[in-house]
């Protein structure tokens, strides 16, 4: 089946700093992914929607200059969490959509990446 | 490696009808498994169950832990086209000996499509 691949895993870093997270698609095309943050004991909440080729669409409430994301090919999206603070420690989880079942809607998730800011 | 699975993975039903929609697991240090509704953007919340045999209801949707066969169902009665979506399950693990669950490991979904 599809695989969505999401590096690193975990990932600790100084406040101030920025960090990178890579998700993508290894046996499909995705031409779109969806990047959600999750709070513990919380439902997963909706970043933004990264479309290849284009800018991606951000929801209300998430600050597009501190989440940079990047959809440059069909296989990788990335988030960049800029000059990170320690409210940005979180879980963060990318999810694809395969390009060939777009009518199906079925999504293929991550693994998540476990961001601890000191 | 954890594993959730859940089935069937797409479902076509009438309107009115009765859907039940099955989630199984494989995982170590189980702590609540949860069910999603996606429609077009993000999964929302419906139950996170925790206990074995204790049904939970929020309308016409109900669902049930089974943790002896480590599974769940997820029940739709008198089905409507807004049902319409993609459900997922999903099992919260203890990834911690201090015991704080680490993330969220998801079944492929199933999608139910709902015919007028």
């Known amino acids: 089946g599809a695989v969505v691949s999401q590096h690193p895993s975990r990932v600790i870093c100084k406040s101030g700093t920025s960090v990178k997270i890579e998700c993508r698609s290894l046996?499909?095309?995705?031409?779109?992914m969806f990047w959600y943050r999750q709070f513990p004991k919380q439902s997963l909440m909706l970043m933004a929607t990264?479309?290849?080729?284009?800018?991606?669409?951000?929801e209300q409430g998430v600050e597009k200059d501190k989440f940079l994301i990047n959809h440059a090919s069909l296989t990788l999206s990335t988030l960049t969490v800029t000059s990170a603070h320690p409210e940005d420690s979180s879980f963060y989880i990318c999810?694809?959509?395969?390009?060939?079942?777009?009518?199906?809607?079925?999504?293929?998730f991550g693994e998540g990446s476990r961001l601890t800011v000191l | 490696e954890d594993k959730v699975v859940q089935s069937p993975l797409s479902l076509v039903v009438h309107e009115g009808d009765t859907v039940t929609l099955n989630c199984s697991y494989e995982v170590t240090n189980f702590r609540s498994l949860l069910w999603y509704k996606q429609e077009k953007k993000a999964p929302t919340f419906l139950f996170m169950l925790?206990?074995?045999?204790i049904e939970k209801k929020s309308g016409r949707l109900s669902s049930i832990l089974d943790k002896k066969e480590l599974s769940s169902i997820l029940n739709i009665t008198a089905t409507q086209t807004g049902d319409s979506a993609i459900y997922l399950c999903a099992v919260a693990l203890y990834m911690y000996s201090g015991g704080g669950a680490d993330g969220l490991t998801f079944g492929k979904g199933t999608h139910l499509i709902i015919q007028p």
């Open positions: 925790t206990s074995s045999g």
């Open positions: 046996d499909f095309q995705a031409t779109t």
């Open positions: 990264s479309n290849e080729g284009s800018k991606a669409t951000y």
């Open positions: 999810s694809a959509r395969d390009f060939r079942s777009a009518g199906t809607g079925e999504l293929f």
